[in-house]
T-cell receptor, first 117, second 114 residues
């Protein structure tokens, strides 16, 4: 595997289900990100992890719970979601988070298409 | 807050022709970075080209080039010799020099006609 991978690619879940999205990066990066991409809206940054520590929570509802066990893996645990949470969830990684050092470019995974019924 | 505006929801171009996608941004910062990302139907977001605001020279990557007008806060993408594989959603993005937060525009859907 190369780059950033995400599983599953498609997920349909009921509002009472619990599911998890997985992201893995094979680039040796230290920072990982979760984005939400909804139709007709710009990408929204949800969470940022740098060296396994969460450095950003962009006012995301608690029904979304991220987990970063190491710099290569990032999870998004989903619980009691709403239909409006249906979207494409993108994971990204970068070498670091400090702009100006050449390590700021973010590389994206293919996304998980989530449908909440 | 920074905003990125892509005023063209959709564009089309004939194969082998040239097309320009528009992007404007609003910022009070002097240190920032601009990007164009491409998202084909397979959904993988790919970095196409980047521009550092402190550089006056416009970035070029093969058939892709930008027209960066810092005073006008404009950052357009020109695709030359368009190919069918260029068909995708194109996103303009802004990165402030002091942090890692990318701000994206809403995107322009590019169709390439054979």
């Amino acid at each position: 595997e190369t780059g950033v991978t995400q599983t599953p690619r498609h997920l349909v879940m009921g509002m009472t289900n619990k599911k998890s999205l997985k992201c893995e990066q094979h680039l040796g990066h230290n920072a990982m990100y979760w984005y939400k991409q909804s139709a007709k809206k710009p990408l929204e940054l949800m969470f940022v992890y740098n060296f396994k520590e969460q450095t950003e929570n962009n006012s995301v509802p608690s029904r979304f719970s991220p987990e970063c066990p190491n710099s290569s893996h990032l999870f998004l645990h989903l619980h009691t979601l709403q239909p409006e949470d249906s979207a494409l969830y993108l994971c990204a990684s970068s070498q670091g988070t400090r702009v100006g050092t050449g390590d700021y470019e973010q590389y994206f995974g293919p996304g998980t298409r989530l449908t909440v019924t | 807050a920074q905003t990125v505006t892509q005023s063209q929801p959709e564009m089309s171009v004939q194969e082998a022709e040239t097309v320009t996608l528009s992007c404007t941004y609003d910022t009070s910062e002097s240190d920032y970075y601009l990007f164009w990302y491409k998202q084909p139907p397979s959904r993988q977001m790919i970095l196409v080209i980047r521009q550092e605001a402190y550089k006056q020279q416009n970035a070029t990557e093969n058939r892709f080039s930008v027209n960066f007008q810092k005073a006008a806060k404009s950052f357009s993408l020109k695709i030359s010799d368009s190919q069918l594989g260029d068909a995708a959603m194109y996103f303009c993005a802004y990165l402030r020099g002091s942090n890692y937060k990318l701000t994206f525009g809403k995107g322009t859907l590019l169709t390439v006609n054979p």
